[in-house]
């Protein structure tokens, strides 16, 4: 599972650097101003691919609208992402994403480390209502894992502009050998020292789960927010003995956090 922590800390330098960069004058257009969400909370969620244990961090979030426009809806398990082309109710740009490292001590067998990764790739999104929205990323590690991993998924929305807003919906992970290999699979010189058997997982479905999140607004300034994720390991990645025997085929995430609108 992406660690949402880093993800969300990259959507809030991309937001912060929007916001900076856009022209006074676009303040000023048709008198209508623009809003800022910031929400600020914690979450917890896996310390790495297939780990029963978890990590604390960070929830943060900003979000900017057109005068009484609503806030676009982002699911909480989205990567930092750029429109670059948008026709309609399609959208197509670049993401990016990091996922934390790993060390031997972290799993509890002598297992080889993997770095902190840095992922770039590039996402396609679709509105086909007001309510349903698909979405798909793929992205590679440039250092760490330096594998491929894909996710799709769909949401379905209910709100009443930003008085409230629910979504909920399911999620698909597909990953390489590659990446496979560095979460999942044990070497032969790990074998030696662990214990485990030699495992060398290929390419495939990871894993499947659902994401769903809630918005609610206390007052026009102050809201809440919260969202729950789960994902269940499959095909090789659940095989690993490194899951059987020193993680969990189930991944959770969940966190809560107070919004703030001026």
Known sequence: ??????????LVAGAITAALTMP?????????????????GAQIYPSYPGSDDFDIGPMINVDRAS???????????????????????FSFGPVANFEGARTAEDVGANVPKV????????????NLSDNFRLRGEVRRGITG??????????????????DWLFSIGPRVTWSNSRYQDAWFGVTPQAALTSGLPVYNPGSGI??????????????????????AKYD??????????????????????????????F
Do not use: C
């Not at 623009?34 to 929400?39: E, L, V, W």
């Not at 990567?79 to 948008?86: A, C, K, Q």
């Open 232 to 261: 269940r390991l499959t095909g090789d990645a659940a095989r690993s003995p490194l899951v059987l025997q020193y993680g969990s085929r189930d991944q959770l995430s969940a966190g809560f956090g107070l919004s703030y609108t």
């Open 145 to 162: 894992h330096k594998g491929w991993i894909g996710t799709a998924g769909a949401d379905y929305v209910m709100r009443d502009g930003d």
């Open 206 to 227: 990871q894993s499947y789960g659902a994401t769903a999140s809630l918005l609610f607004q206390l007052s026009e300034q102050i809201g809440v927010s919260t969202f």
């Open 115 to 126: 770095k902190f990764s840095v992922e770039a790739g590039g996402f396609a999104a679709i």
């Open 1 to 10: 599972m992406t660690n949402l922590a880093f993800r969300r800390a990259v």
């Open 67 to 89: 005068g009484d426009q609503p806030f676009t809806f982002e699911a909480p398990d989205d990567s930092f992402s750029l429109s670059l082309i948008e026709a309609g109710t």
């Open 24 to 40: 006074a004058a676009a303040q000023d257009s048709g008198g209508t101003g623009h809003r800022t969400r910031i929400g600020l």
